[in-house]
């Protein structure tokens, strides 16, 4: 390598640092780009809104844990099978031993409660039930008019797969992610006779059919629900982007799959008029939305921490610094949060404090641009961060949310989405049911089977 010229005057020098600094500062500048884009190749979902499928690798577990074991876990309450009822057996085997007589010569007496006992359940042999309703004719000998009995109204709605097939099937295409083919071949290999996909096509539709007044009425009840938990993720239709949008409240979730992922769907669901809390991402249809409404918002906490965790690879120690004092604000927050959880009445104003600190936490930027756009946003809506801190029927996150749509995004992956209005129907008020079955704990095969009864006899008690 060359070495510094010699004999420069003192112009010449000075002219040299000037253009050796300038070079450290270019030298500078494209160091830090290039440590930012490769943060931004780095992201995943502990650091970005990225969903944990796009992760490309596993993040390394925490030192000292060795690899988990297989089966239950140290501290795993234990759940066992409550055995048969008399009443729930269909088939019953009794075994003696191979001599009713002991080698001592004694007789052997029955002792019930040291019986072996072991229960199964299976499949019959022929699981399907097969019926045949028969409208008879009968013709006058006299004038030869002909006169023939009527099926009954249910029976015709009901067609070829019986209401508790149809719900079994609607069951397994969404909860199970079981695709037309694998219905089809799982009803002729299984249950021994053949179905075709557009049975099952005809099948779905009544499915749909049967639960429209319910979801009808469950997006009706949106309007009027205090908190609503609301996220969205992309949905393929026809090969055209659609997006699937949830709404969760207390005990009851709804979908609404739709064209456009704009404060327009949230108009339409919603209504104009708004008088409860959404809890939400920091997406700009919410925001437009909540601006024409003037209503409350509680923005999603772990999607902000996201944002934080990624300028902890910021190649500035002083952005870095920031990043770190948030973060450790933000866990005394969860920390204090989670506390209170646990004794719903202590008082809150602890929380309230660690909030304030977060928010200070959050205002004391340094100049660095994305560092600015965090205090900025928080500067802005600091409020809408802090919602819950001061109402214990908020949550500070959007996990009730984001935990709703993951079967949602599974069944996307498999499915590849829908094909026509019709489809696109069904799945987003299959899924209402589903999980809306899930939060209030009870059968969602039993809601799907009573909707349909419902459905093909209206005389029927609804579900």
């Not at 969205?232 to 659609?242: A, D, L, S």
């Not at 965090?374 to 500067?379: G, N, S, T």
């Amino acid at each position: 390598m060359d070495g510094p010229p010699v004999n420069l005057t003192p112009e010449a020098l000075l002219a040299r640092i000037s253009e050796l600094e300038a070079e450290i500062g270019r030298l500078r500048a494209e160091n830090e780009r290039l440590t930012l884009e490769l943060a931004a190749a780095r992201k995943d979902s502990s650091n970005s809104s990225k969903p944990p499928s796009s992760d490309i690798v596993k993040p390394p577990s925490a030192g000292g844990q060795g690899k988990r074991r297989i089966g239950g876990q140290p501290g795993h309450t234990p759940h066992f099978r409550q055995p048969f009822a008399p009443d729930q057996i269909d088939e019953s085997y009794v075994f003696d031993p191979p001599s009713m007589s002991c080698t001592c010569g004694g007789e052997l007496t029955p002792c019930p409660l040291e019986d072996h006992v072991q229960q199964q359940i299976d499949l019959p042999e022929q699981p399907l039930v097969h019926r045949e309703y028969r409208a008879r004719s009968y013709r006058c000998s006299s004038c030869g008019i002909r006169r023939r009995g009527k099926l009954p109204r249910p029976v015709r709605r009901e067609g070829y797969i019986g209401n508790r097939l149809a719900a079994g099937l609607s069951f397994l295409n969404v909860k199970a992610h079981a695709s037309y083919s694998a219905l089809a071949d799982l009803v002729e290999n299984v249950f021994g006779e053949p179905v075709s996909r557009g049975q099952i096509a005809k099948t779905f539709r009544r499915m749909s059919a049967a639960l429209e007044t319910p979801y009808q009425e469950a997006l009706e009840r949106l309007r009027s629900e205090p908190v609503r938990h609301i996220d969205e993720t992309g949905h393929r239709e026809g090969g055209k982007r659609h997006w699937t949008w949830v709404f969760r409240g207390n005990d009851f979730t709804v979908f609404h799959i739709d064209k456009t992922r704009s404060a327009e769907v949230l108009k339409a669901i919603l209504g104009p008029d708004f008088d409860g809390t959404i809890n939400c991402g920091y997406l700009s249809s919410y925001r437009k939305y909540l601006k024409g409404t003037g209503g409350p918002a509680q923005f999603c906490l772990a999607h902000f921490i996201r944002d934080i965790r990624f300028l902890k690879e910021h190649p500035q120690p002083e952005t870095k610094r920031y990043a770190e004092r948030s973060l450790k604000a933000v866990r005394q927050v969860f920390e204090i949060y989670h506390r209170l959880r646990a004794n719903p009445g202590h008082d809150r104003l602890e929380l309230v404090e660690a909030g304030e600190k977060l928010r200070q936490a959050m205002l004391d930027a340094p100049p660095e641009r994305k560092a600015q756009n965090l205090a900025q946003r928080f500067r802005d809506n600091g409020d809408s961060y802090l919602r819950f801190s001061h109402h214990p029927e908020i949550e500070p996150t959007n996990n009730r949310a984001e935990q709703a749509i993951r079967p949602v995004v599974i069944n996307r992956t498999v499915s590849q989405g829908t094909r026509s209005p019709v489809g696109r129907n069904y799945k987003a008020r299959m899924w209402t049911a589903i999980a809306t079955c899930a939060q209030r704990g009870v059968s969602a095969f039993k809601y799907l089977l009573d909707a349909l009864k419902l459905h093909t006899n209206p005389a029927t008690e609804p579900p």
